[in-house]
């Protein structure tokens, strides 16, 4: 079993910056895809941000693309996403996702193990 931590949630104004970091815990997760998630009430679950268990491959969404980054540490069983620029629309909760394989997929259906999340607010 994995357990997932997401922190660095909070409120920014728009044009800001926030990192969050999702901390694995019960194995090693070397092996696993690891990807960020966003959710908004009364809307699905859409994909953010994924990387591969070597950290060379990298998908994000057409919607964060050159804001976003995204990075781990297997050492330390971490991911993070890094947000730039960050906008309005960006504003939802957060969810960091785990799962085992190589590929990276956008949809959440394939990811195992999730994150309780963690809040994003983007002021105008």
């Known amino acids: 079993q994995v357990q997932l931590v997401e922190s660095g949630g909070g409120s920014v104004q728009a044009g800001g910056s926030l990192r969050l970091s999702c901390e694995a815990s019960?194995?090693?997760?070397?092996?696993?895809?690891m990807a960020w998630f966003r959710q908004v009430p009364g809307k699905e679950r859409e994909f953010v941000s994924s990387i591969s268990w070597s950290g060379g491959g990298t998908k994000f969404a057409d919607s964060v693309k050159g804001r976003f980054t995204i990075f781990r540490d297997n050492a330390k069983n971490m991911a993070f996403l890094q947000m730039n620029s960050l906008k309005p629309e960006d504003t939802a909760v957060y969810y960091c996702a785990l799962r085992d394989g190589s590929y990276s997929f956008t949809e959440p259906f394939n990811y195992g193990y999730w994150g309780q999340g963690t809040q994003v607010t983007v002021s105008s």
């Open positions: 019960g194995r090693a997760i070397r092996s696993f895809v």
